[in-house]
């Protein structure tokens, strides 16, 4: 299994098996891809796309990112580009 935070939302992302392909659902489309055969992660910003080892891991960054995400998140949406 294939283990991925998005570093935006703080979603976590579990990719199973290798036709698995799970993305957040914020506008970053944080993607991860292929299971235990190989990893495949895509998204907006690609370095907004952490890979984990561990599902441990991935929840205490997902717990990090989401904490700091109480401070309104609308006006970084409509930064220009
Ligand atoms: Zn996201």
Redesign the pocket.
Known sequence: MSIAV?R??G?ILRSKHVHDCVQ???P?H?MLDGGSEYTRKGGVDLS?VQTCLSLSEAKRLSIGITSKLTAPITKGLNAPL
Do not use: A, D, P
């Open positions: 998005c935006q939302c979603e957040c659902s914020c970053n944080s907004l």
